[in-house]
């Protein structure tokens, strides 16, 4: 079967805004598969980190980029033998994953892995270029926006809830310089295209951004009855 039939959901917005778990939750109500591109990129990071690379250093990035040793495995992401699942969560590695997608040639080294998940019954796709470059065929096209404020509070309590100390002037100012990196940067920049629909989080809750994502969706499916597994 032709892999541009099989449903894709694109979801995208700036860093906090919650497509993470809107992205899991919807992937979990239509049975599809989910990709969280963000981890990608946060893999190269720590690994780059580890192994002490320069992460202005392209060439060798991309290169970390295409041989990533990686599985994903429920929640788990296994690098070789190690779980990584905790550790690329980190701030740290949200801030170098931020630098190293920058680079063009680290982009591209992504890009067939991420299309690899695309596979049936249909596929949840969260990041920032996910209906712009990876899935520009997307069957839905969502961006979450949200004041940078009501992002930092989410941040600020999902870090304290973890038991990590935080303070919430850093996080802000963190959100802010991650937004003005991903969306000033010449590849792949987040910005919202005209073909995609938003939804402004700042007022809801995550079951109500989920509920309008899925309504959507089945709008689509309504008016293109030829779209697979709608
Ligand atoms: O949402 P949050 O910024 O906390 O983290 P993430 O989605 O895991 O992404 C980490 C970083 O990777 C982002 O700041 C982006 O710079 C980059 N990224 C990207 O450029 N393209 C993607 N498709 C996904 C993430």
New binding site residues.
């Given amino acids: 079967m032709d892999i541009n039939h099989i449903s894709v959901i694109a979801i ?6 919650g ?2 778990t809107v992205a899991h939750r919807v992937s979990g109500s239509l049975g599809f598969h989910y990709l ?7 893999l190269v990071a720590l690994v780059a980190t580890r192994a002490g690379v320069d992460l202005a250093d392209e060439e060798v990035l991309a290169d970390i980029a295409e041989h990533l040793n990686v599985i994903f495995k429920d929640k788990e992401i296994r690098l070789g033998n190690e779980d990584v699942s905790d550790i690329i969560r980190t701030e740290t ?3 170098g ?3 190293i ?2 680079y063009l040639q680290v ?1 591209k080294a992504l890009l067939s892995r ?1 299309r690899a998940f695309r596979r049936n019954p249909g596929l949840v796709a ?5 209906g712009s470059v ?1 899935f520009p065929d997307a069957t839905l096209k969502i961006f979450l926006i949200a004041s940078s404020e009501t992002r930092a509070q989410r ?1 600020y309590k999902q870090l304290m809830e973890k038991g990590v100390d935080v303070n919430i002037t850093t996080i802000l100012q963190d959100i802010r310089e ?1 937004d003005a ?2 969306s000033g ?1 010449s590849v ?1 920049p ?1 910005k919202q295209g005209s073909d995609t629909s938003s939804i402004d989080t700042t007022l809801l809750n995550i079951t109500e951004v989920v509920n309008e994502v899925l309504r959507q969706y089945t709008e689509i499916c309504a008016k293109n009855s030829d779209i697979n597994e709608c």
């Fill in positions: 995208d917005g700036p860093s906090a805004s497509k993470g969280d591109s963000g981890k990608l990129y946060r590695c949200g801030n994953a931020s630098r997608a920058a982009r991420q969260d990041g920032r270029d996910m990876v941040r991650r990196r991903d940067r792949s987040l």
